[in-house]
Nanobody, 121 residues
Framework: QVQLVESGGGLVQPGGSLRLSCAAS????????MGWYRQAPGKQRELVAT???????NYADSVKGRFTISRDNAMNTVYLQMNSLKPEDTAVYYC???????????????WGQGTQVTVSS
């Protein structure tokens, strides 16, 4: 059984900061990519940022310069530091992980349950 558990969401005023965490646990041999996505009401889920095991990061244009993704490979945990938050950042934030259960197994992808981020005054 593999689980991704997110934490750190909440209500914050515009211009404020939040830090999200996502810890993967269970039958995991290795994780290649971990990432953050978000889904606002009435909109499709969209990429926020990704982080490979080798340290390569990728960001959506809308968050570049404000959000930072980081990762602790030993702990199978990914973080998202969100600064200068805007009302349009309001969404449910989901993490995911592309992983293998063993060297010969195929790559699987799991998603967390989501954490709500609300930016409002």
């Amino acid at each position: 059984q593999v689980q991704l558990v997110e934490s750190g969401g909440g209500l914050v005023q515009p211009g404020g900061s939040l830090r999200l965490s996502c810890a993967a646990s269970g039958s995991i041999f290795s994780i290649n990519v971990m990432g953050w996505y978000r889904q606002a009401p009435g909109k499709q889920r969209e990429l926020v940022a990704t982080h490979t095991s080798g340290g390569i990061t990728n960001y959506a244009d809308s968050v570049k310069g404000r959000f930072t993704i980081s990762r602790d490979n030993a702990m199978n945990t990914v973080y998202l530091q969100m600064n200068s938050l805007k009302p349009e950042d309001t969404a449910v934030y989901y993490c995911n992980a592309f992983f293998k259960r063993s060297p010969l197994r195929v790559t699987e992808v799991y998603w967390g349950q989501g954490t709500q981020v609300t930016v409002s005054s």
